[in-house]
């Protein structure tokens, strides 16, 4: 199995910006650079107590392994460590879904 991206987006669109806060994120995009394929979800951990651990918990068993959002608190920091998932950290609030799956694809 390739490499699957988890991306925090504020919006349900390939247009939507970045959302920087992990676990609080609004939507989720899972990108598949082998397919080129993406889907959004809602974060349904939003709410949840640790909703950062239990978004990191999800994304595991969804076979991500690299996330991409703007901040993650230590909590998340240390699971995803333990559980060698790559961290990307963009600081670019303006930055669009779009705009990260291009940069992903000319890898």
Do not use: W
């Not at 920087?20 to 939507?27: E, P, Q, T, Y």
């Not at 239990?54 to 699971?79: F, H, R």
């Amino acid at each position: 199995m390739g490499k699957i991206y988890a991306i925090t987006s504020a919006g349900k669109t390939e247009k939507s910006f970045l959302d920087l806060r992990f676990g609080k994120c609004a939507n989720i995009v899972f990108f598949d650079p082998e397919t080129n394929e993406y889907t959004i979800q809602e974060n349904q951990f939003l709410e949840a107590e640790h909703s950062g651990i239990a978004l990191v918990e999800y994304l595991q068993e969804k076979g991500v392994n690299t996330i991409i959002t703007g901040e993650v608190g230590p909590m998340v920091s240390d699971k995803l460590e333990k559980e060698k998932i790559q961290l990307v950290l963009l600081h670019e609030e303006r930055i669009k879904i779009e705009e990260v799956i291009q940069r992903i694809s000319r890898r």
